[in-house]
């Protein structure tokens, strides 16, 4: 009978009660069933939980729980061969066991993390956390080489030298070191370099401890020169002054000591055979001495890092738990402790060969079961046969043994066709083919691409789609095919026939699109968003104007592609953005729901920022948003109670905790209103400082609501397989709730309870309607998580359609949906993520009155800061200019690419592009085109530049295609630029006023222009010379460079591109493309431009490929090398103007004597550009007033083309 040992505390200094005593004794497990145990090697108490840990001679690591110390845990951490468990240190994560030969980390489960060894882990001892926190460790022994470890990736990141071997580290302001020598190193945490070095004893060093600013050592002396003996001094160090402080008296031989871990100068001292002293390192006349009665002498002592329990280990292999018994705990802030799932008794079944199979259950299970196979594991064996068709055998032959008839070679040979594809639902979509290749086969086949549509047509109704256990093919992953034409050749059509616009992907952090579909629905944030870009904010990383950009091009696409390159540009350059890990290259792996719900929070804070950085300084987004409440926070063990006032954008739901019904009891149903009553409320309890009490306590938070938003957001954050299961409930989210607001509670009520409270009108009661949902998909095997978004867009027309209107939003696909499709989730691989409600009242607002006051100072403002730079436009002047709808204007613009493109090569030889070229905007040219009444300035030359944007570059510049775009290295760095740069916003938005004063833009090719500005134009306020050149019949678009050579006799492009140059040409062809189609020849003259392209490769000379020489003298009927190509006269007066030579048949122009005769005439022009021939028609016989145009005084009433291949006259 071992007698229980007694600890005389009568009165601990510094608050350590007198009623402790021993509350546990614990003998270690021996290692085996039949092997002898052993003494403690190592002990500690967890830093996170209530768990105590001990350590043996053969590596196991062994972990009890709480005061009662049952046992928890067991795992091996190092063989048994490689000697005892010397360490342990905690992480939140798990622990981590050093052994002699390898380092050990393993879950508080037991379950491994890593486990590291190296060659030159000899004989390791201690171990240590590093300056960064218990994210590094550092790892010492009998060696001469210690070892850097990261504990998040199990792996060694740095090796170093020492000149000192080492056997305990303990870690303070610095790493305290204990050498084999009684020395003490301090160690710098970052760098690992000695500070100082402090003898502490004269042999060797038993145990040291360090606190705060204080290291406390023991240790031994080598006495009479034959044995050692433990000092009867106690060293102190002061860490602080790097100084020795008087040791400490201990006259029964200091073996262990320990500092207080919440006392900063107590420190406790034991001697091996149990006598204690609390001793005050400030004063060491105040210390207690007490005595431990055992009967064997101890080995070690712990204390909790609470300052609320000890642990001494006996060399009987016992371990002693001291504490008091009414207020023992480990942890300072305990997290909860995960425990084995108890063992179900199942009932005893008694089993004969007639028990029938199906009296044997199932069980009940979340996650998917091992037997689910994924499908590339799964072939299909036993196919049926091949079904013939009845007019085949109609038409057989007949003989003795069977018929006989024509091969219909449906199938290769040898090959076998795939019979169970009829009976196979549509599981997976086809990309399209491209439109280039829709182009070509055109002409040959009648058959039309199958649209997604049909396909959804096909999937059948009878079903919900977000019930069914496979992920339907509406909701998967969905990716853009890139042809040799680049992203414009991909058929975006296929997957939307709607009039709302998708966005596209392969773009950085494109995850955002669902969230930023749903905010450009509600009709609020809408309309607050827009007046706010409509205003002269400035600010290049204000993301509620580029918000404002987003909405307004989603609006004017009408079912276009759109993408947010602009908005998500802005993003990713955001400093914040990074902080919270938002960005999707900082965040590798991370889940997309919990980054856009992190986004979401973060979207909303900077907007409501933005929109108050803008005077008058209002708050009125902060309003739409803000749920005002006072947080009252009360302790549970003093009663104390403090409030403080805070608002939030967005409410995380929250969800009530698994409780275990009684037997023969239903579970309560829970509402989504009850959810989100508590959400609002947020009654919580969980531990922190009490101010009173002085100390870490339970406390209880409770928020008082004074008003509900306009714009109710929340973040569904869905952790626990009991809020799947909620969510998984058919018609759980109702699509309208109500909200009472009454002494600062709050009142939700949905469904019938919602329609009484209405019906009744006793209570002021706001009614909200859901916008949508964004959603998270998970698609199962071989595809990544994803998000989408479902939309009722019927709130955010301008008149209600009286009924509900859901669409599906996959980033670039498009569909409607149904209610009950929309608001159906799925545990298993549809959740929603991020929901927005509006109140009722506000529905159907469409406010586009921010038209009207659209601030248009920048149009008139200069370029840039540079004073220096040489100017090459003339600004808008606002006495005289102000452009309108009938302004046209020329565009240019210019890139350089930000991203090379990748592609892929298969083992064909074929190439793949797997992401295209990526381009940044650098240069935007804008030019005057023809001057209506009080629009532009008409004594300007013609064709005055009024902006000319070179653009600041934030980001690295892989290609400046300086041959196609004419930028030089530098052009685009505000330290070497010659030019005057803008920011990117500044050039963007100056355009988008533009745009939305209705002005029509002119260019060539300017569907590129566009995408890489980013901006939408509507068709009606473009004019595309490359359309209005392009015959659909060719497949082929011209060039301008070519259109300029051929029609208007002009080399451009010949050294560099420059967008002015270009923005003019394509303003001059256009001029070109009216009188053609005045004249009536256009369609001939595109038919000649074709030809002679065909004939030089469609390259102006000099440009690669074979050209058609042209005369360089002026001769009858030949027009001069310096001279555009004729036209006819007729256009000439199109706008009022005279005609003039080379715009129509001017003097010396086409006839031998450079005139046309008298009277009825006809005068043959020949053009050998063109090969062909004008022929005038002339009648001054004829009315004036009948004629269409004068040339040198004659009326001219018809315009004739004659090609001489074909001799035939076609009047106009």
Not at 1056 to 1085: M, N, P, Y
Request: charged share 20%; with cysteine.
């Amino acid at each position: 009978m071992v007698p229980r040992t007694t600890l005389l505390l009568t009165a601990l200094p510094n608050g350590m009660d007198g009623d402790w005593d021993e509350v546990a004794r614990l003998a270690l497990p021996p290692p085996g069933r039949h092997a002898v145990p052993t003494p403690v090697a190592t002990m500690a108490f967890d830093t996170m939980q209530e768990l105590f840990w001990v350590g043996n001679d053969y590596g196991r690591v062994t972990s009890f729980y709480s005061s009662e110390l049952q046992k928890h845990t067991s795992f091996r951490a190092h063989p048994s061969g490689d000697g005892p468990v010397r360490q342990m240190l905690f992480h939140d994560k798990g622990v981590i066991a050093l052994g002699t030969k390898s380092v050990h980390m393993a879950s508080r489960r037991g379950l491994p993390l890593w486990h590291i060894v190296h060659d030159n882990m000899k004989d390791l001892r201690c171990m240590s956390f590093t300056s960064k926190g218990t994210n590094e460790i550092i790892v010492a022994g009998l060696q001469d080489q210690m070892f850097i470890i990261d504990v998040n990736k199990g792996e060694i990141t740095k090796e170093i030298q020492t000149p000192d071997q080492y056997t305990i580290m303990k870690r303070s302001r610095y790493i305290c070191a204990a050498t084999t020598k009684g020395a003490v190193n301090i160690l710098d945490p970052i760098s690992f370099n000695i500070v100082k070095t402090w003898n502490a004893h004269t042999s060797m060093i038993s145990d040291l401890d360090a606190q705060h600013d204080f290291i406390v050592t023991c240790g031994y002396s080598l006495r009479q020169g034959q044995s050692y003996m433990l000092d009867p001094l106690v060293g102190v160090f002061d860490l602080k002054n790097l100084v020795s402080l008087p040791p400490i008296p201990f006259p029964a031989g200091a073996a262990y000591v320990r500092m207080h871990p919440r006392m900063s100068t107590t420190s406790i001292v034991v001697s091996q055979l149990g006598q204690m002293h609390i001793v005050d390192l400030m004063n060491v006349n105040t210390s207690n001495v007490r005595q431990a009665n055992i009967l064997t002498y101890l080995t070690m002592i712990e204390i909790a890092p609470s300052g609320e329990a000890i642990a001494l280990a006996d060399a009987e292999c016992n371990v002693h738990l001291w504490g008091s018994p009414s207020r023992i705990r480990f942890a300072e802030l305990s997290n909860p402790v995960e425990f084995a799932d108890p063992e179900e008794e199942h009932a005893r079944m008694d089993w004969d060969t007639v028990t029938p199979i199906n009296t044997i259950g199932m069980p009940y299970y979340r996650e998917q079961l091992l037997s689910a196979w994924p499908t590339h594991l799964i072939s299909d064996v036993g196919a049926p046969p091949s079904k013939i068709d009845p007019q085949f055998l109609a038409s057989l032959t007949p003989i003795d043994w069977g018929a006989y008839g024509r091969n219909t070679k449906t199938t290769r040979r040898n090959q076998v066709g795939d019979t169970r594809t009829p009976d196979k639902s549509t599981a997976s979509l086809q990309a399209p083919k491209f439109l280039s290749e829709k182009a070509r086969e055109s002409a040959n086949s009648n058959t039309m691409d199958r649209r997604i549509s049909d396909v959804a047509d096909a999937l059948g109704a009878a079903e919900l789609s977000s019930l069914k256990a496979d992920v339907p093919v509406m909701y998967r992953n969905v990716e853009i095919k890139y042809s040799k034409f680049g992203v414009d050749d991909f058929d975006f059509g296929f997957y939307n026939r709607t009039k709302y616009s998708g966005l596209e992907i392969h773009i950085s952090n494109s995850y955002a699109n669902p969230i930023l579909q749903v905010l450009h629905f509600t009709p609020l944030i809408r309309n607050i968003t827009l007046q706010h870009t409509a205003t002269a904010c400035a600010n290049p990383t204000c993301l509620l104007c580029e918000m404002g950009f987003l909405f307004d091009m989603l609006e004017k696409a009408e079912g276009s592609i759109c993408q947010a390159t602009n908005l998500l540009k802005v993003l990713s350059n955001h400093p914040e953005a990074a902080r919270l890990a938002l960005l999707e290259e900082d965040a590798p792996g991370a889940s997309l729901t919990t980054m856009l719900q992190g986004l979401n929070r973060f979207l909303l804070d900077r907007m409501t920022q933005d929109y108050k950085s803008i005077a008058p300084h209002s708050d009125s987004f902060g309003q739409l948003l803000a749920t005002p409440a006072t947080t009252a926070i009360r302790c549970m063990n003093c009663r104390s109670e403090h409030t403080r006032p805070g608002t939030t954008f967005v409410n995380e739901l929250i969800y009530p905790l698994p409780k275990s019904a009684g037997r023969n009891v239903r579970a309560p149903k829970v509402s989504f209103s009850q959810v989100l009553k508590s959400s609002i409320e947020r009654e919580t309890t969980s531990r922190g400082w009490c101010s009173r009490c002085q100390r870490y306590q339970s406390l209880a938070t409770r928020r008082t609501i004074h008003n509900v938003p306009p714009v109710l957001i929340l973040n569904a954050a869905i952790l626990s397989p009991e809020a799947k299961q909620l969510w998984g409930t058919p018609g759980w989210l109702p699509d309208e709730i109500g909200v009472i607001i009454e002494q600062g509670q709050f009142f939700c009520y949905e469904g019938e309870d919602l329609k009484l409270h209405l019906q009744r009108g006793m209570h002021n009661i706001t009614v909200y309607s859901l916008i949508g949902v964004a959603a998270d998909v998970d698609s199962g095997q071989h595809q990544k998580s994803h998000l989408v978004s479902v939309v009722n867009v019927a709130h955010s027309m301008p008149t209600a359609p009286g009924e509900d209107d859901w669409h599906l939003f996959n980033d670039f696909l498009v569909r409607p949906t149904k209610r009950d499709e929309a608001l159906s989730f799925n545990p298993a691989w549809k959740l929603p993520s991020v929901l927005t409600f509006q109140i009722k009242e506000a529905n159907n607002r469409i406010d586009d009155s921010w038209k009207k006051n659209l601030d248009t100072s920048l149009l008139y403002q200069e370029s840039g800061p540079n004073p220096s730079a040489p100017r090459s436009h003339t600004p808008l002047n606002p006495l005289t200019e102000r452009p309108t709808a009938s302004t046209i204007l020329a565009l240019d613009t210019e890139f350089v690419s930000i991203r090379q493109p990748e592609i892929e090569i298969n083992s064909d030889g074929d190439r793949a592009t797997i992401r295209p070229i990526v381009y940044a905007l650098a240069r935007v040219s804008v030019v005057r085109g023809p001057a209506p009444p009080t629009a532009l300035d008409a004594s300007l030359p013609p064709a005055t530049p009024l902006i000319d944007d070179y653009i600041a570059s934030r980001e690295p510049i892989v290609d400046y295609l300086t041959s196609y775009s004419g930028i030089q290295a530098g052009d685009l760095d505000p330290r070497t630029s010659p030019h005057s740069l803008v920011s990117l916003k500044t050039a963007y938005k100056r355009l988008w006023i533009l745009v939305n004063l209705s002005v029509t833009f002119l260019g060539h090719g300017l569907k590129q222009d566009f995408r890489v500005v980013n901006i939408q134009v509507p068709k009606s306020q473009v004019i595309d010379t490359a359309e209005l050149f392009f015959v659909a019949a060719r497949l082929r678009k011209l060039s301008l460079a070519f259109l300029a050579w051929v029609l208007l006799k002009e080399d451009i492009q010949v050294v560099v591109h420059d967008s002015i140059e270009d923005a003019r040409t394509a303003l001059r062809l256009w001029g070109k493309w009216r009188e053609f189609r005045e004249a009536g020849v256009l369609e001939e003259v595109l038919a000649d431009v074709y030809r002679v392209g065909r004939e030089c490769g469609f390259r102006p000379p000099g440009r690669g490929g074979d050209a058609v020489a042209t005369p360089s003298k002026n001769g009858p009927g030949t027009p001069g090398a310096g001279t555009p190509t004729p036209t006819p006269a007729k256009i000439g007066m199109g706008m009022g103007t005279p005609v003039r030579n080379g715009g129509g048949f001017g003097t010396g122009m086409g006839t031998p004597n450079g005139q046309l005769p008298k009277g009825k005439e006809k005068v043959l022009m020949r053009n050998p550009l063109l090969d062909c021939q004008w022929l005038v028609m002339s009648d001054a016989d004829k009315d004036p007033e009948e004629t269409l145009q004068v040339l040198d005084g004659i009326p001219v009433r018809g315009i004739y083309s004659v090609r001489r291949s074909h001799n035939t006259l076609a009047e106009v």
